[in-house]
């Protein structure tokens, strides 16, 4: 069964900087396009940033620049390194595959990042 534990999140202030993991199970992680995800309160979850196995990345307009989004495959492990955060980055955060993100499935707890001003 493929399991998702994010972590990493908190309660930063403005300008500040976080790194977000996601342990992945339950699947051959090399494999899969994975991404980050978010969802601000009273809005719909949305994309954040994605790599697939070889390493190429994308990211939504909103964090370019200032997200940078890594994998480690020995430790099936993927990290997203936020700089500059902004309040408009209050979010939950979580880290699925891209197609099971598609089909809206297997989603984990999340990590709760709070950007103060």
């Known amino acids: 069964q493929v399991q998702f534990v994010e972590s990493g999140g908190t309660l930063v202030q403005t300008g500040g900087s976080l790194r977000l993991s996601c342990a992945v199970s339950?699947?051959?992680?090399?494999?899969?396009?994975i991404g980050w995800y978010r969802q601000a309160p009273g809005r719909r979850r949305e994309f954040v940033a994605s790599?697939?196995?070889?390493?190429?990345?994308e990211y939504a307009d909103s964090v370019k620049g200032r997200f940078t989004i890594s994998r480690d495959n020995g430790r099936n492990t993927m990290y997203m390194q936020m700089n500059s955060l902004k309040p408009e980055d209050t979010a939950i955060y979580y880290c699925?595959?891209?197609?099971?993100?598609?089909?809206?499935?297997?989603w984990g707890q999340g990590t709760q990042v709070t950007v103060t001003s």
């Open positions: 339950g699947i051959t992680f090399s494999d899969d396009t």
């Open positions: 790599i697939s196995p070889i390493s190429i990345r």
């Open positions: 699925n595959t891209v197609a099971n993100a598609a089909l809206n499935r297997d």
